[in-house]
């Protein structure tokens, strides 16, 4: 019994912290908090935050079998995919318009024109690059 409220326990605490991770890993370089800034305490949280979420795992297995394991599985799976695509998606539109302005000043120093769904998709795809150097690390 004691392990089955445990497990579940643990299991609602992994989900947290990879809804963390998952929020910081969009962040830029300057806006993630100093745990990912230090490769020692990011490493150590990554190893504590996969202990807790299959050590979970395991406890539910025991507890309720392997479905219900499998289940649980699935559900974590589909919260991290939610969940990145999510954050993904707030950080590349936190973008969209910094690059629409900067896209409207250049084109009045250049003498060119765009329509305003030229610079949408330009500023679009600049964002999303900008964000996925974030998600590698790399300084914008």
């Known amino acids: 019994m004691w392990i089955a409220v445990l497990s579940v326990f643990l299991y609602t ?3 947290l912290l990879l809804v963390y991770d998952k929020y910081c890993t969009v962040l830029d370089v300057f806006e993630k908090p100093g745990l990912y800034q230090n490769p020692i305490e990011h490493m150590t949280f990554s190893i504590v935050r996969i202990s807790i979420s299959y050590g979970s795992l395991a406890g539910i297995w025991v507890s ?9 599985w699935v559900f974590r799976f ?3 995919t939610f ?3 999510l954050c993904y998606g707030h950080q590349v539109k936190k973008w969209v ?4 302005e ?3 000043r250049e084109s009045k120093t250049t003498g060119r024109n ?3 769904s030229e610079i949408l998709i330009e500023a679009t795809a ?3 690059r900008v964000v996925q150097m974030a998600m590698r690390n790399e300084s914008t």
């Open 114 to 116: 765009p329509s305003e």
């Open 78 to 80: 589909l919260v991290s």
């Open 64 to 72: 309720w079998g392997l479905y219900a394991a499998l289940g649980a």
């Open 126 to 128: 600049m964002s999303q």
């Open 102 to 104: 900067t896209i409207q």
């Open 83 to 85: 969940t990145l695509k």
């Open 97 to 100: 318009s910094h690059f629409v």
């Open 13 to 15: 605490l992994g989900l």
